[in-house]
């Protein structure tokens, strides 16, 4: 088979083109096929230059367009020699093709062959399950930190978000892990000193700079850490993770009051309950009436600092 780029595009056109034109007037129905035949192309496109995006295959990608290029060019200019010299190369093109991206190619067929779908378009899972899983995470890291007496402060980030406190630590952006939260609150380490920001599946920062909680009817014996969680929990509708350095206890705080001394399975059971099951199982026109009040508080707040 021979593929000439040079060809004839007033040809193409009235053969291809124009006629396809005309069939489309003749059956207007063929336009809808026409529309899903291209979403289709399109998204498989998108999801192909998602996965070999970054890789090495990325940069062979650029140099086989380059050639198709050059190609073109170079028989639309009537460059004969050089026309026939890639126009050699572009026919062996699949097998190199083939031979080249047989790594991509082979994890490709496998994914396929065993019903992961999802990845192998590029599909993130389930938003629910990956939040499930990023709690039991968070709960490994916790009593793993819990036990080593090691003092972390962890913030869910809910419906309301608190950019303004992400802003204020080094941004990460990484997957959640129990190894880097449990190496993040390491002790004498640059990022031990503040909070990790979870949101969005993701931990977008640490060291973050909370505030605290003021209210006289906090007890006294309560540290620093817990009273950064009770401020940002009241201040939002953040579920913080706390564990104490002093105790290596657990805590949880939520809507501004603190659950102290909890152990992993009960942890583990209030921030399912709060981060996943109210966020996809209660009603939206509540969730928005919360939000509005919450949002309505912290104004009031901001305000009455004003005046002061």
């Not at 290029?69 to 699949?94: D, P, Q, Y």
């Not at 809910?158 to 952006?173: C, E, L």
């Not at 969005?200 to 060291?207: C, S, V, Y």
């Not at 059971?269 to 509540?286: G, M, P, R, W, Y």
Request: proline fraction near 2%; charge should be positive.
């Amino acid at each position: 088979m021979v593929i000439n780029l040079g060809m004839n595009w007033e040809n193409f056109y009235r053969d291809n083109i124009v006629s396809y034109i005309k069939s489309l007037q003749q059956n207007p129905f063929e336009l809808v096929t026409l529309i899903l035949d291209l979403a289709i192309v399109i998204f498989l496109l998108y999801c192909f230059f998602k996965v070999v995006k970054g890789s090495r295959a990325w940069q062979l990608i650029k140099g086989i367009a380059l050639l198709i290029v050059a190609t073109w060019i170079s028989g639309l200019v009537n460059l004969k020699i050089l026309n026939w010299i890639l126009t050699g190369i572009m026919n062996l093109g699949v097998i190199a093709i083939i031979v080249i991206f047989q790594p991509e190619l082979r994890r490709g067929l496998e994914q396929l062959g065993t019903n992961k779908l999802t990845r192998f378009f590029g599909l993130d899972k389930d938003v629910s399950t990956k939040t499930k899983e990023d709690i039991y995470k968070v709960v490994i890291a916790a009593t793993e930190l819990s036990k080593a007496k090691t003092g972390a402060l962890i913030v869910f980030e809910r419906d309301i978000k608190i950019q303004d406190i992400i802003s204020t630590g080094i941004p990460m952006n990484a997957e959640v892990s129990p190894q880097l939260l449990v190496n993040i609150f390491e002790p004498k380490t640059p990022l031990h000193d503040g909070a990790v920001i979870i949101s969005n599946n993701k931990i977008a920062a640490a060291a973050c700079v909370l505030p605290l909680a003021d209210d006289k009817d906090i007890a006294k014996e309560l540290g620093t850490r817990h009273r950064a969680a009770i401020g940002i929990s009241k201040e939002s509708d953040s579920i913080v993770v706390v564990v104490s350095e002093e105790t290596g206890k657990m805590s949880v705080a939520k809507d501004g009051t603190l659950i102290a001394d909890v152990r992993e399975d009960v942890l583990k059971k209030i921030l399912i309950s709060n981060v996943v099951t109210k966020k996809f199982a209660i009603d939206k026109k509540e969730r928005k009436e919360k939000i509005k009040q919450i949002k309505e508080k912290m104004k009031n707040k901001q305000e009455e600092k004003g005046e002061n």
